[in-house]
């Protein structure tokens, strides 16, 4: 249901893209709201969520799970390539397949994988709530052509181009090939989920068409880039990890990646969790809202079943 | 002295961009051609090169003289910035300094470095000969925009473009900034010299003028690469260590690095060691030969001074 409220009639916690200059906010919001018998999390992976608002879970899923999500996966990425969808994703310049969105509704297997109480009781726990799934999708990260994707927050994207009106989301991240220093694991900047960055520039039309090959707008300046950096908890960190390892990272949580020129490909499944209480309103930018495989609108909570 | 030879009159041990399909030849020169008892460098270290290529000497350099060589560095940087001639290369899309060609004529410091016996007297050691330099430069990655250098064997530029006839060349890098994991190191294919890429294609006029930003001519194809990876003799490596750190590696390792997003620059000073045996000739592809800042016709053996 799309709220009534415009943007012109609310007030905005976090704005972004609204033409002023960058700059950085406080986070408004809780990070970690329930408690360790809420979920599979203990409390000292709760505390780390809090503090540097990421968790890494290396090989959480074991031989035989990788194996099914992979052959999962294969299957996906063959049956895809001939597909001129909104919801399929190519590399700007060689036009290999970057991602495949809807994955939770149109595979069985990863529908069960959203729905694993790993994964599903840890956002559930974290964002104290049910949850639902705003998006999903596979990232292929090529071997020799694999492009960096720049820093940014995903709330910011979200709130602006989507209207979620909170950071009370996260995504889970389940890697599908050994993530390595080589082939651009996904880096985040530890901490920095308690600062928002106000970004420069406005939103163009359609801009979810590009900025999910290459983001132009909400990217953040580098002078706020220093200060999260500055400012953050721990180093620089990466997820690294064999296959079957998960990275839970806050919604605001600041991120990006290297190019890949190695051989090696890097592929990821990605499910956002949002809270039933954090539903999407009209979006806080100037431009219509993203299309559902985006912005799903689908509120039903997720329910857990044994992987 | 340029050769009279004509590149139709020679047999070409290592044809590359002749327009035929790629291929992998095997190396046809020594590898290592010194003995313990030629310089500085120890049996274990002679192994090591003869096996993998390269050699890492983590912080190599002192605290003191990383300091003398960065304050050199930022006299450089400030003083090149408006200089338009060839020497200086620039990042494509915004036009900042990523190279500066030539320092080992024009910097007393770096004079001084590249004749630093711990540089000096291995390249001798390695290639057997008296050397001199081909040429050098200073390379900045720059924080949140230092691009990728795809995978390339130098050797295969300096001979098809410059007429160097044998693999009897190395470079050494000396790291000025911190090189991480995260910062788009310099990676290797351990064992990668001893095979030599014949790359697809042709060369076009004037290639250098877009190549030193990005290679498009002598890129190695995805089943060479994939050759080269199956047969390498240890993991990829990069060039990982704090300020000081120096990377020995032989003309015809394939190497390259990622981009770099994180705020963290990028620093390195390279010097091309050639054998004075080992000279210039006509460059074995189809076109005139680069400038002298690039292919230096001074072939004076350089010695030895105390850093």
Redesign the interface.
């Known amino acids: 249901m799309e709220s009534p409220n415009t943007a012109a009639a609310r007030q905005d916690l976090y704005p972004s893209r609204t033409g002023a200059e960058a700059r950085l906010l406080e986070r408004q919001d809780p990070i970690v709201r329930g408690t360790v018998s809420d979920g599979p999390l203990e409390q000292a992976a709760l505390d780390h969520f809090e503090q540097h608002g990421y968790l890494l879970f290396q090989g959480l899923f074991n031989a035989e799970e990788v194996a099914s999500l992979q052959a999962e996966m294969k299957r996906i990425w063959a049956a895809r390539q001939e597909d001129s969808g909104d919801e399929v994703i190519r590399e700007p310049e060689s036009a290999e397949l970057r991602s495949v969105f809807r994955i939770h509704e149109t595979s069985e297997v990863f529908a069960r994988v959203c729905r694993d109480p790993r994964l599903l009781g840890a956002a559930m726990q974290i964002l104290g709530s049910p949850v639902y799934v705003h998006h999903s999708r596979i990232n292929y990260k090529p071997?020799?052509a694999g492009r960096?994707f720049?820093?940014h927050s995903d709330f910011e994207t979200w709130h602006v181009e989507d209207g979620i009106p909170r950071p009370r989301a996260l995504s889970i991240s389940v890697a599908l090939t050994e993530n390595?220093?080589?082939n651009?694991p996904l880096?985040v900047i530890p901490g920095s989920h308690r600062h928002y960055v106000s970004c420069p520039g406005e939103t163009p039309a359609d801009n979810f068409k590009s900025s999910l090959r290459k983001q132009e707008y909400g990217v953040p300046d580098?002078a706020s880039?220093?200060a999260l950096?500055k400012r953050s908890t721990a180093p620089?960190t990466?997820a690294k990890g064999p296959p079957g390892t998960v990275l839970m990272f806050d919604a605001n949580i600041m991120h990006?990646?290297?190019?890949?020129?190695?051989?090696d490909p890097r592929t990821v499944l990605y499910f956002v969790y949002n809270s039933v209480h954090n539903t999407p309103e009209a979006p806080f930018g100037n431009r219509p809202p993203r299309p559902t495989f985006l912005r799903n609108l689908d509120f039903t909570p997720l329910r857990s079943v044994q992987g």
């Open positions: 071997g020799y960096e720049y820093w390595t220093e080589h651009g880096m580098p880039l220093d950096m620089l990466s990006g990646s290297n190019g890949n020129i190695t051989p």
